[in-house]
């Protein structure tokens, strides 16, 4: 095969997989992984094949990641921006941010209608894709970054709340961004005006929890 037939190849390839991706991502955001076939995502890409998906991806599991970090690596590069820009001494605020808006800020970018954020709420559900999710996740420099600092400005807070409290914030990062994308794409009135706006009330949420008393044991 000549280099020009390699190139057209190569590019037929990566747009197919790019269609796989993008219907995968909204019928699973809008039905749940387990809810949608590989033979569903084939016809909603346009591929006449079946087993495209099977063919590009292996399992389901592999189309999940896929999905991942396809967003993950945009994600990635406006937290380390973040980073680069917080001050001297940042705060739990500060530290906050870097978690938060890296997300908000990459949905917005990504114009309308966005279905990743619902995406990840589905995939939470399922432990199995739940690993996949966390493990993605621990491959991010920027978020062990990100979190070392929080840990920095809350010395005294016990280790076992430490790690309930970021699992709230984690939830509430995932579904909070889930409940805004559906009502974007329903129609339906949003608290906020904007992603940005969005990213304001979530992180006085989830400063206010961070910095929230703790209860002693009985």
């Not at 800020?105 to 894709?129: C, I, K, N």
């Not at 005006?193 to 949420?205: C, F, I, N, P, Q």
Request: proline fraction near 6%; glycine fraction near 8%; include cysteine.
């Amino acid at each position: 095969m000549s280099v020009v037939g390699r190139t057209v190849r190569a590019e037929r390839v990566g747009a197919t997989r790019e269609s796989i991706l993008a219907a995968a991502e909204r019928l699973f955001a809008e039905h749940g992984v387990l809810g949608v076939s590989n033979r569903q995502v084939s016809e909603a890409a346009g591929q006449g094949n079946n087993a495209a998906v099977g063919y590009h991806f292996g399992t389901k599991a592999d189309l999940v990641r896929a999905i991942v970090r396809k967003h993950a690596g945009r994600i990635e590069a406006v937290r380390l921006r973040m980073l680069d820009e917080t001050g001297e001494n940042p705060d739990v605020r500060d530290w906050v941010n870097c978690l938060v808006r890296p997300i908000a800020e990459h949905l917005a970018s990504l114009g309308g209608p966005t279905w990743y954020a619902r995406f990840g709420a589905q995939v939470m559900t399922d432990p199995t894709l739940r690993a996949i999710m966390a493990e993605e996740s621990l491959a991010s420099p920027s978020l062990h970054q990100a979190l070392d600092g929080l840990r920095r400005c809350l010395p005294d807070l016990p280790a076992e709340v430490r790690a309930e409290r970021w699992d709230m914030a984690r939830l509430l990062m995932v579904q909070i961004y889930a409940e805004r994308e559906r009502a974007l794409a329903e129609g339906t009135p949003t608290p906020r005006a904007s992603w940005h706006d969005a990213a304001t009330g979530l992180v006085d949420a989830i400063v206010g929890l961070w910095l929230a008393p703790v209860t002693p044991n009985p």
